[in-house]
């Protein structure tokens, strides 16, 4: 009978779940790394802080609406969940601004790479977010609260 039990314990524990969405939605995700074909772009958070530079390149999410800040820009739009943690993005058409181009990141880029987000993740208490350039490289952009 011991045996039976650790085994149930051990293929309990074992098992991991997947996240569930409502750990990311109410809470303001900043930008912390953005990684093409698997290559940094150096952004450094903590460079923007020491410019005063406050939420550029974040966003927060709720049930329904998805608003992201550039650098000035704002933009909003909804969204839709799929299956595997898939994730779809509407249109969204920003209020613009001069942009500013802190930390080799063109805020047009980051919209675009927000507008073609299609997967997410929690890894260590950061979401990251799977998306595509224009030219179809892949863009992992890495978000911390």
């Known amino acids: 009978m011991l045996a039976v039990t650790v085994i149930v314990i051990t ?10 969405f409502s750990e990311v939605t109410g809470k303001k995700w900043k930008l912390i790394e953005v990684n093409i074909n698997d290559r940094n772009i150096l952004f450094n958070r903590e460079a923007l802080a020491n ?7 974040s966003f927060d999410i709720d049930a329904q609406i998805i608003n992201v800040t550039g650098a000035p820009n704002q933009c909003s739009g909804q969204y839709t ?31 675009v790479y927000m507008q073609n987000v299609y997967k997410w993740n929690l ?4 979401l990251e977010l799977y998306s595509k350039t224009e030219d179809d490289a892949e863009v992992k952009l890495v ?3």
């Open 11 to 20: 293929a309990t524990i074992g098992c991991s779940s997947a996240p569930s």
């Open 51 to 57: 410019e005063d530079a406050g939420d550029i390149f």
């Open 81 to 111: 969940l799929g299956s595997n943690q898939a994730i779809r993005l509407s249109s969204m058409n920003p209020a613009l601004e001069s942009p500013r181009q802190p930390e080799k990141l063109r805020e047009q880029d980051f919209f």
């Open 123 to 126: 890894v260590n208490k950061n």
């Open 143 to 145: 978000f911390s609260l």
